[in-house]
């Protein structure tokens, strides 16, 4: 509930910015098709899976298992929020290499709104690691709470990275945030052309430690990577 909460917030925060809601116009039907089929995928078919396919898988093969993960509720926290993150920034870095044709639709989008979030191919989410990190943890805490706050408040960042409601480079939460928490300014420059920059997730710290990282506090002029594919192969086969 607090990820459409958020997810609902940041698209009445985008609409109440932009008063004649023209981002929503600026979309064609196609991209309106990617968009929502993307979020229909995250937002309902994924969590389904991890439930009632992955979890369960877990706890077919590896019974004795469960449970075997003693944590604090910080440190089931950390466990999901830095640790997790510092994984999905190496699977992101792969997906921009060896697995680019899954991950080359997610940047078609040519403006930064919640909407697109988790414009994708249908099947690229089984390249991210998040379908199948999640339930083994899930499956082997003895408290997921922890853990489980991480992964909320991870989907909620990558909702409001993805949208256009950046802080102003001034304000005191821009001055707060900006030294370790990717922002949407961060991520805009991700989307923009040529990428190879601003990989992480949650923290700046990987892309620092990496070289990777790309700092500007203002958002890139234009986004978007340019394909011939056609819907279906966006959708289905994006060879």
Same mark, same amino acid.
């Given at each position: ?71 604090? &509720? $910080? ?11 510092? +994984? /999905?920034? @190496?699977? !992101?870095? #792969? ?19 919640? &909407? $697109? ?11 991210? +690691? /998040?379908? @199948?990190? !999640?339930? #083994? ?19 909620? &960042? ?82």
């Amino acid at each position: 509930m607090a990820i459409f909460a958020a997810f609902v917030t940041l698209l009445l925060l985008t609409v109440a910015r932009d008063r004649r809601s023209n981002f929503l116009w600026q979309k064609n039907r196609e991209d309106w098709l990617l968009d929502m089929s993307g979020l229909l995928v995250q937002g309902v078919v994924i969590p389904a899976l991890q439930l009632l396919l992955v979890y369960q898988l877990y706890q077919w093969f590896l019974p004795t298992w469960k449970g075997v993960l003693e944590l604090s &509720l $910080g440190l089931g926290f950390l466990l999901s929020f830095v640790f997790v993150d510092y +994984l /999905y920034y @190496w699977n !992101h870095r #792969l997906l921009h290499h060896r697995f680019w044709p899954w991950h080359q639709v997610h940047h078609t989008v040519t403006q930064m709104d919640v &909407l $697109g979030t988790s414009r994708n191919t249908l099947w690229s989410s089984f390249f991210i +690691l /998040y379908l @199948w990190i !999640h339930p #083994l943890f899930l499956f082997l805490l003895q408290q997921p709470a922890g853990y489980v706050l991480g992964v909320t408040l991870t989907a909620i &960042l990558d909702l409001w990275r993805h949208s256009a409601i950046a802080p102003a480079p001034q304000s005191l939460i821009y001055c707060w945030l900006s030294p370790w928490l990717v922002l949407p300014q961060d991520h805009a420059w991700h989307h923009a052309q040529p990428q190879g920059c601003n990989y992480g997730a949650n923290l700046k710290l990987w892309d620092q430690l990496h070289g990777t990282y790309y700092e500007c506090d203002r958002a890139p002029e234009n986004l978007g990577t340019q394909t011939n594919l056609t819907l279906s192969q966006k959708l289905f086969w994006p060879f």
